[in-house]
């Protein structure tokens, strides 16, 4: 068995007692709670079986609406906007930050099923860049390469060695790499953003899964606090992170690419499972995401959507269920 260390960054805070670092096995980050299971022989299993929803999917024509324009760049409240999938703007105290932006096809190939609401020349004066691991749908080389372009005093701030493949696109990047329950260096003291722990994995090609961390972030802003969950299962996360945090305002779940179990059960949520992590967490308003831009599942691309309105609907959300539409300016 291959000796197991424990790794972060040792110039940053570790807000959990007795919180060794992360487990790292073979050059491979692990969770101390689930092991990885997205094999091979899932995948094959996936592709083999019958979609059952293959005539409700083939039929969805439903659609994320998007509002075209970048109005929500050049007003000055705090505000969120959803650029579709994982992908948020959000101005907080006069920070600008983008959190994992993707603003085309998935590596170029992938297609997209909601436009951007405004032209990714717009994005300028970005303070930071929040990325929650390094799969190709929330990391994306050419958007970054993109945003730093445009934006070269802007720091990116993720997950351990994240920053530096994305140093590997971006000349004189400047980044800080996180583990789990560690809080960022930031120079602003109204502003406090730490990387917290999620069950997923993380990678590029077959070869190097999990030799990039992955993860959520807590966002503090004088007392608003925001909540990116990234890519999860359901787990045991959400319930610790609620009492670390224990007010949480706003937290973005996602809600798609959850079909079939047997392949998508340990890595995202369902609209069922998204609510039972907003409860677990306590938190007041929940905003859905990870779903309607890109089809990376055998649910049909409306079905979160619907799902949350019904649950909406039966009173089975302990709080106020925020749907946004694409560029839709979400003021706090």
């Known amino acids: 068995m291959a000796e197991i260390k424990h790794i972060n960054n040792p110039e940053l805070k570790?807000?959990?007692?007795?919180?060794?670092?992360?487990?790292?096995?073979?050059?491979?980050?692990?969770?101390?709670?689930?092991?990885?299971?997205?094999?091979?022989?899932?995948?094959?299993?996936?592709?083999?079986?019958?979609?059952?929803k293959a005539e409700a999917k083939k039929n969805d024509k439903w659609r994320l609406t998007v509002r075209k324009g970048n109005e929500f760049l050049k007003q000055e409240s705090d505000c969120i906007v959803w650029l579709g999938h994982a992908s948020f703007f959000l101005q907080l105290k006069g920070k600008r930050i983008l959190i994992d932006p993707v603003f085309g096809r998935i590596s170029g190939i992938v297609p997209r099923y909601s436009e951007l609401p405004c032209a990714v020349e717009d994005f300028t004066n970005i303070d930071y860049v929040l990325l929650s691991h390094a799969h190709r749908d929330h990391c994306d080389k050419t958007s970054l390469r993109k945003i730093f372009a445009q934006n070269k005093s802007a720091t990116l701030l993720t997950s351990l060695n994240t920053g530096k493949l994305v140093s590997g696109w971006v000349d004189e990047l400047r980044f800080q790499e996180a583990g789990w329950y560690q809080q960022f260096d930031l120079k602003e003291e109204n502003l406090r953003i730490t990387f917290?722990?999620?069950?997923?994995?993380?990678?590029?090609?077959?070869?190097?899964?999990?030799?990039?961390?992955?993860?959520?972030?807590?966002?503090?802003?004088?007392?608003?606090?925001i909540f990116f969950n990234g890519d999860s299962g359901y787990c045991s996360y959400p319930k610790q992170i609620g009492e670390l945090f224990p007010n949480?305002?706003?937290?973005?779940?996602?809600?798609?690419?959850?079909?079939?179990?047997?392949?998508?059960k340990d890595v995202h949520t369902n609209p069922y499972e998204a609510v039972q992590i907003f409860h677990d967490l306590k938190a007041k308003t929940f905003v859905p995401m990870h779903y309607g831009t890109f089809d990376l599942a055998d649910e049909p691309l409306g079905e979160p959507y619907?799902?949350?309105?019904?649950?909406?609907?039966?009173?089975?959300?302990?709080?106020?269920?925020?749907?946004?539409e694409v560029g839709e300016i979400f003021l706090l």
């Open 196 to 225: 917290l722990p999620t069950q997923h994995w993380s990678n590029r090609y077959m070869h190097d899964i999990n030799r990039t961390l992955y993860g959520s972030f807590m966002i503090e802003a004088d007392g608003l606090n």
């Open 14 to 52: 570790t807000i959990l007692p007795d919180w060794k670092g992360n487990p790292v096995g073979s050059g491979r980050f692990i969770d101390p709670h689930k092991r990885f299971g997205g094999t091979f022989k899932k995948f094959l299993q996936w592709k083999s079986n019958k979609n059952e």
């Open 306 to 324: 619907r799902v949350l309105k019904q649950l909406e609907e039966e009173k089975k959300i302990n709080g106020e269920l925020k749907l946004l």
């Open 248 to 264: 949480i305002d706003i937290a973005m779940i996602g809600v798609g690419a959850y079909h079939p179990p047997v392949m998508m």
